[in-house]
């Protein structure tokens, strides 16, 4: 939460075109916000585009929640 509200303060400037992917995506990309050096960029790009934060807040904790589910069960092995 606290890249996407530094997002926000971002001023106004034309946006690069390297947020397309987001903007097509919309609140659905924070869910790679577990993903290492990918993670932060996408919570970045949802603060700057302004997507919905509660939306984009649920999408983070399932896709982080995914992540240490995965991290328990590889360890129970």
Not at 33 to 54: F, N, Y
Request: a positive charge.
């Amino acid at each position: 939460m606290a890249t996407y509200v530094m997002a926000l303060m971002i001023p106004a400037r034309p946006r690069p075109s390297k947020l397309d992917w987001v903007r097509r995506n919309g609140s659905a990309s924070p869910t790679l916000a577990w993903a290492p050096l990918v993670g932060d960029a996408q919570c970045t790009a949802a603060g700057r585009l302004g997507l919905e934060w509660l939306a984009s807040t649920i999408r983070k904790a399932i896709g982080k929640f995914g992540r240490h589910l995965r991290v328990v069960w590889v360890s129970c092995l």
